[in-house]
């Protein structure tokens, strides 16, 4: 387990930022966003970040000015992510598709990949110098959508990062759009996936009508006043490195009885313990693990291939902060399986009802966490002629989100990457916890919980 925290700095010279528009007319129009987007929780940008080696083939080839091309090719089909959002009725979300289009950034830094190293994975040194943010860029109304950037690099390659607005699209849903970017860039003038809207498969029913429990939007937490607050201006930002040897020693400390278990099941148990100690929670107070689960390409949930809304619930498991910490680690696990499984299209249906009965109530609250896993999201297939990306993902966490994602470090060892941010102290506490928890064996045994 090793933790990007290089001191590694390096300069970037800027243009002025630039607006992008559909390079073709596009509809004037207002368009719904659905009740599963339309949640206060997302209300956020979401930063995305691309290191691209470079490719002999591709000399004389300008990575800006290709991608900034082929980005006002793609916006011709994905037109509302050129427009802004307003409000209706009730703070119901909606895009009003104006062409005034996304902000684009040209940029030169004086470094190269091989520089980088193992910084080539979210929380890169200088990420705010290779994702500007522009004054006022990033309001959730009335602002550009997306926010993007591409930095030469002077080995010939080029970092490409991008900030969404998540109320537009989850994850898959701008890969979707990346790799469109990609395809025009390499002279397609057709997206091979055309984009589908319809987000009013994902609107509530009428009438509304909640049918299941859903804790990660219940205001349980913190009431013994013990849980830090998350504020965004004063956390540390880090990610986290697991190997096969990482892996291999928590999978050891687990019961046969347990049955099979995912590394994302493992990881997200073991990080969402070690921080829950680091916190020093009251024993007594309620903490929550939410899982971040897509609907995209299951089975049941008619969801469009095309279709780029959000398109995930994120069901959680609820315990005492006692509890987790006294338990081994298989505890956690039992958990983290729990929430997976209350997946389901009734959930799916009761989360949109939920949204419009209760008024977008947030699951973002201090003794939630959750944890999203981008290790198949397709990004890594993401190609805009120079190659495949060294890495391509989330560019850090978000308050309380962290990300799970793929990554290859210096020494060609595959692994995991988590992304995650803490106050200060607590990520202090949270490192040595993740080292002594890797390091020591622990006996196995479970206490039952009446939560």
């Known amino acids: 387990m090793a933790s990007s925290s290089s001191p590694l700095v390096f300069s970037v010279k800027r243009c002025d930022p630039e607006f ?19 949640q206060e929780g997302l209300r956020f940008q979401l930063p995305v970040i691309m290191f691209s080696p470079n490719n002999p083939l591709m000399k ?62 979210p929380m890169c040194p200088c990420f705010e110098e290779l994702l500007y943010d522009v004054p006022g860029s990033g309001g959730i ?36 759009f990346v790799n469109a970017i990609g395809e025009m860039a390499q002279g397609l003038s057709v997206p091979s996936l055309l984009p589908i809207w319809q987000r009013e498969l994902l609107n509530a029913r009428n009438p509304p009508r909640i049918t ?52 994302f099941e493992v990881l997200t148990a ?19 693990i939410s899982c971040v689960i897509s609907m995209q390409g299951k089975r049941g949930f008619d969801l469009p291939p095309g279709y780029y809304g959000n398109a995930f619930v994120t069901p959680a498991s609820i315990t005492k902060a006692g509890m987790l910490c006294k338990n081994p680690l298989e505890y956690a696990i039992r958990l983290v399986k729990k929430a997976k499984a209350e997946m389901s299209q009734e959930y799916v249906k009761s989360v949109a009802d939920l949204m419009v009965i209760k008024g977008r109530p947030s699951f973002m609250h201090p003794g939630n966490y959750m944890v999203s896993d981008v290790t198949r999201d397709g990004s890594g297939e993401i190609d805009f002629g120079w190659g495949k990306p060294v890495y391509i993902g989330p560019a850090r966490a978000i308050s309380i989100i962290s990300f799970c994602a793929r990554f290859r470090n210096s020494k060609g060892e595959e692994g995991n990457v988590i992304l995650i941010c803490l106050p200060p102290p607590v990520m202090e506490r949270f490192e040595r916890e993740l080292k002594r928890m890797t390091e020591e064996a622990e006996p196995v045994r479970l206490i039952t919980s009446k939560l």
Not at 223 to 235: C, I, P, S, Y
Not at 275 to 285: C, L, M, V, W
């Open 212 to 263: 299941r429990i859903h804790h990660e939007f219940e205001n349980l937490t913190n009431t013994k006043g013990t849980l830090m607050a998350m504020d965004e201006n004063n956390l540390v930002h880090r990610s986290f490195f697991f190997g096969p040897k990482e892996i291999r020693a928590l999978r050891s400390r687990l019961p046969a009885s347990l049955g099979a278990c995912s590394t």
């Open 20 to 38: 992008v528009r559909p390079t073709n007319p596009t509809p004037r129009e207002v368009k719904q966003l659905s009740d599963i987007d339309d």
């Open 141 to 176: 109304l009335g602002s550009p959508l997306i926010l993007s950037q591409v930095t030469r690099l002077r080995c010939g390659g080029f970092i490409f990062a991008l900030r969404l607005n998540h109320t537009m699209s989850d994850g898959p849903g701008l890969i979707q």
């Open 60 to 121: 004389g080839k300008d990575p800006v000015k290709v991608i900034r091309e082929a980005l006002g090719k793609a916006l011709v089909y994905y037109y509302p992510f050129a427009g802004r959002l307003i409000e209706g009725d009730n703070r119901k979300l909606m895009v009003d598709c104006t062409g005034e289009g996304v902000l684009f950034i040209e940029a030169d830094a004086d470094t190269t990949l091989e520089d980088l190293g193992d910084a080539i994975q």
């Open 270 to 288: 073991y990080v969402w313990r070690c921080r829950t100690i680091a916190f020093a929670a009251d024993p007594d107070e309620v903490v929550l």
